[in-house]
């Protein structure tokens, strides 16, 4: 089930993970797990282990697609509920931040920007009022509830009404740079250079949540929006464009 760095980080997410930890503490490690695996080097490393067909490469492609909010998607290893870890590659000029949508997770998340650049925003409720834009970045948007169907991997949005947000932070997120968010943490990141950037991001915890929330200001969305995964060779050839990328870094 893998090559030499694939057992290694097998083992290292269950050494570091595996058992009930409170969330400030799951996150921390997270946090170290995807600084120690986000190295330029140890991710060409594994990312060229895996082109090589080592792993799950059936199982991780059907879990691996062109994500809508701009960036592909790859899943590097899938430890069930526990513990799922992929490498995402965004590409310049895609999910822009005026069609983005905030949104939380079903799960603890972190991630480490290996190459390029990150920008982010997060979000806290204000209300479901409608208004203009205030000052203090509060914006209007239509929520969704988001849930996977079943019998498939497509998401369902729900409609649940209008909602205001305030804007609580604003962050970039540079080549080397780290950061964990809770489930319920509302945001929304994008691309900010001219250059691909990649990111190892990691979910992890034994509980799911059954759904997100997802919150839009670009007009409505379609009650399902279809996720389309990756056949194995396109799977494997993004891994090995993916390595080729971190060589030229």
């Keep these: 089930m893998g090559g030499r760095q694939v057992l290694a980080a097998r083992q290292l997410l269950t050494e570091t993970l595996d058992g009930e930890l409170p969330e400030h503490e799951r996150m921390s490690a997270a946090r170290a797990v995807v600084a120690e695996l986000g190295s330029p080097e140890r991710l060409l490393e594994l990312a060229a282990e895996l082109a090589s067909g080592e792993g799950d490469p059936h199982g ?28 995402h590659l965004w590409h310049p000029g895609r999910g822009a931040i005026g069609k983005e949508d905030i949104h939380n997770h079903r799960s603890p998340l972190a991630s480490s920007v290996v190459r390029g650049r990150l920008a982010m925003e997060l979000y ?20 969704y509830r988001e849930s996977l169907a079943d019998g498939s991997a497509d998401w369902l949005l729900e409609p649940t009404g209008p909602a205001r947000l305030r804007l609580t932070q604003v962050a970039e997120y540079a080549a080397g740079s780290t950061y964990a968010l809770p489930a319920h943490t509302l945001h929304r990141a994008w691309c900010d250079t001219t250059e691909p950037t990649v990111t190892l991001f990691l979910e992890t915890g034994n509980e799911r949540r059954r759904h997100t929330d997802v919150f839009t200001a670009a007009g409505p969305h379609p009650g399902t929006v279809p996720k389309v995964p990756l056949d194995v060779d396109d799977y494997l050839g993004e891994l090995d464009a993916l390595a080729e990328l971190l060589r030229r870094s």
Excluded: N, Q, W
């Design 124 to 143: 806290a409720p204000r209300g479901d009022v409608r208004g203009a834009e205030t000052a203090d970045g509060g914006i209007e948007a239509d929520r």
């Design 60 to 87: 991780c492609a059907r879990l691996s697609y062109r994500h809508v909010l701009g960036f592909d998607k790859l899943l590097l290893i899938d430890d069930g509920p526990r513990h799922m870890l992929r490498a």
